[in-house]
């Protein structure tokens, strides 16, 4: 198993641009979320899912967009990149959708907004 | 709100000493208390977790105490390591779905 997988792992975008970052797991877990964690903040959670076809918002959804068609991925979309989303992103993903299920992370991806 | 919030955000010690990192939480309905470990450049992993029906576990050199009435929990490291050294993360259980983390202590453990 390869786990949860995210790509790129780094990234510089110009203000204004679009971009998807891609994630994918195959544990066949049916909960997966995306959190941003920024220094001196931790990890907020952007967007989650507990199915696919099946999004909700978390901690700091605005700016960004999410889609569950398959199982195995949950790409997210930053739909006009701000300086203020540099970040480090997470994927996560967890057999089941109870938190108390251990959540596997992502190597992460570093995203820089100029 | 839901919030845990996490002390302290820097944390150095010498090694063989203990180091406690503390964690509150807003929702009295929280009843899972996740800790994770975070090494330089690479993804969090969950090291140990507890859950509302007991005070207290360990494993090995770590141990999770949990205060329900005062809604609280801390993380204890006894004799740490230079290997010990890393960014840990508390969390807690928000609804049926969330897990909320706290902003994280980069723990510091001198030779």
């Known amino acids: 198993n390869a786990g949860v997988t995210q790509t790129p792992k780094f990234q510089v975008l110009k203000t204004g641009q679009s971009m998807t970052l891609q994630c994918a797991q195959d544990?066949?877990?049916?909960?997966m979320s995306w959190y941003r964690q920024d220094p001196g903040m931790g990890l907020r959670l952007i967007h989650y899912?507990?199915?696919?076809?099946?999004?909700d918002q978390g901690e700091v959804p605005n700016g960004y967009n999410v889609s569950r068609s398959t199982t195995e991925d949950f790409p997210l979309r930053l739909l006009s990149a701000a300086p203020s989303q540099t970040s480090v992103y997470f994927c996560?993903?967890?057999?089941?959708?109870?938190?108390?299920?251990?959540?596997?992370f992502g190597p992460g991806t570093r995203l820089t907004v100029t | 709100g839901e919030n845990v919030e996490q002390h302290p955000s820097t944390l150095s010690v010498q090694e063989g000493d203990s180091a406690v990192i503390k964690c509150t939480y807003s929702?009295?309905?929280?009843?899972?208390f996740p800790w994770y470990k975070q090494e330089l450049g690479k993804r969090p992993q969950l090291i140990i977790d507890?859950?509302?029906?007991?005070g207290e576990k360990k494993d090995q050199r770590i141990a999770v105490t949990l205060n329900k009435t005062a809604k609280h929990f801390s993380l204890h490291i006894t004799e740490t390591q230079p290997e010990d050294s890393a960014v840990y993360f508390c969390a807690a259980r928000y609804s049926s779905y969330k897990l909320i983390f706290g902003s994280g202590t980069r723990l510091l453990v001198r030779p």
């Open positions: 996560a993903s967890r057999d089941g959708t109870d938190p108390t299920y251990e959540q596997y």
């Open positions: 507890i859950r509302s029906n007991v």
């Open positions: 929702d009295s309905a929280s009843n899972y």
């Open positions: 899912s507990v199915g696919a076809g099946i999004t």
């Open positions: 544990m066949n877990h049916e909960y």
